[in-house]
């Protein structure tokens, strides 16, 4: 009797069956990977039956026996009655079909020369259709099956029928057309959908299905830039790539959701796992290259997501979608590797979608405050202006802060009316000081890249300006330095239009993002803002010194005005007036505050005199 076979023999078999099947031709590929699996698992006989066009029939395709050395091709056929059939399908569509000798007669198997003592025969199905079965005989002796070792079958039959039916066209042209990704020729992922929800039902105590969901970084920007043939080329790459040799290691089922979306699923004993992850980075590293080399010049990165399914607790559809959100996170992080969906990723949806279903109702009822925190005069330490930040306040009392809920709605275009908001509020302010003849002072707020994609930004702040009558330099709008540099001619566009308003614009985060001292000469805007970012160490370095101090001569010297923000400590604030930055933003001189406070600092900072900069 053979031992059994260990979790590391078990992946050994599945590596050298996965290696056999890389562009031989099918027959040899096929005897060799049969031969090799009958004598790992020393058992009588391993062989493989295709369904063919006569009804009801499996044909013998590739045999490996214990008494002979070489695995043959064989052309034998077995025909089932109608009823036989049917039970056999009914079978099938469970999963593995084990029998021994104390059930009696053995089914599905065919005239037999004598009778085996165990068969396993383990259904290949090609999205929802049967191809035939991978069949382990034995005559001689007993032996009892792992999980694992029933895991490593499976999965090398799923290699071995995607590798038949991918190289073989016999099997390809007996889908219907409907089943096939015309570009790709693919399983259409209605096919790889059904079939999933099929293997959740069948899925066997240690193994666990990986669905891996995967789309192009920027793949928009090749079919853009290279046509759309390149694109479907490229395509076409990545499906042959992916459905290649070493993902099938995993007997791995494939489709193209949409455009450069493609989605897979693996089944694999759980003990790999902690592999996988390492196992599709190095898949996506390869496809990159691979479509690097044959699109010279551009980058290419995938964005993926992993969710692994342990039963059958959830359907194909949820498993795809996590697989999905896990992608979109990936994407959205610009991680290099693929990431695993986790519950709690669930939890960021949902508390999205709160916020979402929310917005309306708070900003009816004006849950969203806004905040206002000082810009200080270098020169004198007078109060220079303010910048508006939003925040929203449950009715609880508690606050959720921008950045929990800004890159969110900026995600669904939902900012407009969060920025509308805030801008009103801006407007109604000035207007309230002026009504009770308090000093008046510039106020900044922030625009959102979403913006720039809409035409409704500049009527709107001749609108309010109209409206509120208040003198349109005492408004300014901050655009980021990273909005600016993927927008050039629309931030330009927006920049000229709120100059002829006449309103400020200023550039925020400056030197956080990718764009170099000398874009400022091309800049049209009257104030530089530079990112807090440099202020992190709280005593400076020399390095950040001397960038610091080079921006803000080169700001001054186009003439523009500049502030530094985050500004926390007074070293910070002292090095910063020495090296002439107009204004200073940050913790050092006050928090962003609700309205009513930086009423009572403006008073403690202005006394009742007119503000300096009205
Ligand atoms: P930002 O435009 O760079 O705003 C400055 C952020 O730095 C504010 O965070 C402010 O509270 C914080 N800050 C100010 N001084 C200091 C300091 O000394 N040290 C440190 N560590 N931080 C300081 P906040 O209010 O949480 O806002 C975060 C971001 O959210 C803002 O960054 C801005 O990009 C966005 N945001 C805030 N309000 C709005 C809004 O009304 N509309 C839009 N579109 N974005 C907004
Ligand atoms: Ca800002
Ligand atoms: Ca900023």
Redesign the pocket.
């Known amino acids: 009797m053979c031992a059994t076979l260990s979790s590391e023999q078990c992946l050994g078999l599945v590596e050298f069956t996965s290696s056999e099947l890389v562009e031989k031709p099918v027959e040899s590929a096929v005897a060799s990977a049969v031969e090799h699996i009958r004598e790992a698992f020393g058992v009588s006989c391993v062989r493989i039956r295709e369904i063919i066009p006569r009804p009801f029939s499996l044909r013998y395709t590739y045999e490996s026996l214990d008494d002979r050395s070489k695995a043959r091709r064989v052309n034998q056929t077995v025909t089932f009655d109608e009823a036989e059939w049917e039970e056999a399908m009914s079978v099938f569509s469970n999963g593995i079909y084990r029998y021994d000798r104390s059930q009696g007669e053995a089914k599905f198997i065919g005239r037999v020369s004598h009778k085996p003592l165990y068969v396993i025969e383990v259904p290949m199905f090609c999205g929802k259709h049967f191809l035939g079965t991978f069949d382990i005989v034995e005559f001689n002796s007993e032996r009892e099956w792992t999980h694992i070792e029933l895991s490593a079958v499976t999965i090398c039959a799923n290699m071995i029928c995607q590798y038949i039916s991918r190289t073989n066209k016999c099997f390809v042209t007996r889908y219907d057309s409907t089943d096939i990704d015309p570009l790709t020729g693919l399983m259409s992922f209605t096919a790889f959908s059904e079939n999933l929800d099929e293997r959740f039902t069948d899925m066997i105590g240690d193994t666990c299905i990986a669905v891996v969901y995967s789309d192009i970084h920027h793949f928009k920007y090749i079919n853009e830039n290279y046509g759309y043939k390149k694109g479907d080329e490229l395509l076409k790459l990545t499906a042959g790539a992916m459905s290649g040799s070493s993902e099938e290691y995993t007997g791995t089922t494939l489709s193209r959701v949409h455009s450069d979306n493609f989605v897979s699923a693996s089944a694999l004993p759980k003990e790999f796992v902690p592999y996988f992850e390492d196992f599709i980075k190095e898949q996506n590293d390869m496809l990159c290259s691979l479509l690097e080399d044959n699109c010279p010049g551009v980058k290419i990165r995938m964005n993926t997501g992993i969710c692994y399914v342990e039963d059958a607790s959830i359907t194909a559809a949820t498993a795809i979608a996590n697989a999905n959100l896990a992608r979109k996170k990936a994407k959205s992080e610009s991680l290099r590797r693929p990431l695993v969906f986790a519950d709690s990723m669930m939890d960021d949806i949902n508390y999205q979608e709160y916020l979402n279903n929310e917005l309306p109702k708070a900003i009816a009822n004006r849950e969203l405050k806004v905040y206002y925190?000082p810009k200080i005069n270098c020169s004198d330490d007078s109060l220079y202006g303010a910048?508006?930040?939003?925040r929203w306040q449950k009715p609880d009392g508690s606050f959720i802060?921008?950045?929990q809920f800004?890159p969110f709605f900026e995600k669904n275009g939902n900012?407009v009316d969060?920025?509308f908001y805030?801008y009103r509020e801006v407007f109604r302010y000035l207007r309230k000081r002026l009504d009770a003849s308090l000093p008046v002072f510039p106020i900044s707020?922030?625009?959102?890249r979403v913006h720039l994609k809409s035409d409704r930004i500049i009527p709107y702040i001749k609108e309010l300006i109209a409206k509120y009558d208040v003198p349109p330099s005492l408004v300014e709008f901050?655009l980021t330095e990273n909005i600016y540099m993927n927008n050039l001619l629309k931030a330009d566009e927006f920049i000229s239009s709120c100059r002829a308003l006449g309103a400020q614009v200023s550039m925020?985060?400056f030197g956080s993002g990718y764009s170099s001292l000398n874009v400022m000469s091309s800049l049209s805007i009257d104030t530089l803002k530079i990112d807090?970012i440099f202020l992190k160490n709280e005593d400076l370095n020399d390095s950040d010194k001397t960038i610091i101090e080079s921006m803000i001569t080169m700001a001054k010297r186009l003439g523009m005005n500049v502030i530094c923000?985050?500004?926390?400590t007074q070293a910070q604030s002292d090095f910063l007036k020495k090296a002439h930055c107009d204004q200073i933003?940050?913790?050092?001189y006050g928090r962003?505050m609700d309205e009513e406070s930086f009423d009572k600092f403006a008073m403690e900072k202005l006394g009742c005199s007119v503000a300096k900069n009205q």
């Not at 707020?445 to 959102?448: G, K, L, R």
């Open positions: 925190q910048e508006a930040l939003v802060y921008p950045d800004i900012i969060v920025d805030v707020m922030n625009v959102s901050e925020d985060d807090r923000e985050g500004v926390e933003q940050g913790y050092y962003p």
